[in-house]
């Protein structure tokens, strides 16, 4: 199957720094998402980017999906900023099936 | 506000009882996924539906494990009998199409003593 990794693993940031997450894929996929899971587990979305740039006030993301990768950027960063980040592609699987795997995360802590 | 709901929020059981956990999809979405999440495996893929067929479940032990989904606004990830290397968080997520963007639930917090 496709393999996704995130880097770095951990990132500790002074409130107010700028930051880049990473994220590899190992294949073509249909479409990458970005998602913040904050400190009580939900699962946040915060871009659907199957290739291309976006940007939603201090966070920006750009997918070059030919060279099978994706960067997260987040700029002035705050501590509710602080979680884990995760990398999700999709893959078709067969048979009409499509699934999303997920990479195994950037934690994200940011200190006053 | 269109969401996931999942229910329940958190369960504790004793080993061997039945667990089932249950979503409501966003409406109108015709995809739903079945995750779990632990701090060894990460978020693994259970199952997946469209327009409520079930596509693909090769993440789920058999044995054990079912999931369905009764009508366009229900899905039931099942339990029986459950084991304690099963405590984890399921989450449900749900799409508008086939390769779409997907929007998760808050998760249930399982934990089988």
């Known amino acids: 199957g496709i393999q996704v990794e995130q880097s770095p693993p951990d990132l500790i940031l002074q409130e107010g720094a700028n930051s880049t997450l990473r994220c590899n894929f190992s294949d073509s996929v249909n479409n990458l998402q970005w998602f913040h899971q904050n400190p009580w587990g939900q699962l946040i979305n915060l871009f659907y980017i199957p290739s291309g740039t976006k940007q939603n006030g201090r966070l920006s993301a750009t997918t070059v999906a030919t060279e099978r990768y994706s960067l997260l950027y987040i700029s002035s960063s705050q501590t509710t900023d602080s979680g884990v980040y995760f990398c999700?592609?999709?893959?078709?699987?067969?048979?009409?099936?499509?699934?999303?795997?997920f990479g195994k995360g950037t934690k994200l802590s940011v200190i006053p | 506000d269109a969401r996931v709901t999942q229910t329940p929020r958190d369960k504790v059981t004793e080993m061997g009882q039945e667990v089932t956990m249950r979503c409501q999809p966003i409406l109108g979405h015709n995809t739903v996924f079945w995750y779990r999440q632990t701090m060894m495996q990460g978020l693994e893929l259970l199952a997946y539906?469209?327009?409520?067929?079930?596509?693909?479940d090769s993440g789920m032990p058999k044995d054990r494990f079912s999931a369905e989904m009764p009508d366009a606004t229900l899905a039931t990830l099942k339990i029986q009998p459950s084991e304690p290397r099963d405590s984890a968080v399921y989450f449900c997520a749900s799409g508008l199409e086939a390769a779409g963007e997907l929007f998760f639930g808050e998760g249930s917090r399982l934990t089988v003593l």
């Open positions: 999700a592609v999709c893959t078709y699987s067969g048979a009409g099936s499509y699934q999303l795997t």
């Open positions: 539906f469209r327009n409520r067929a079930p596509l693909d």
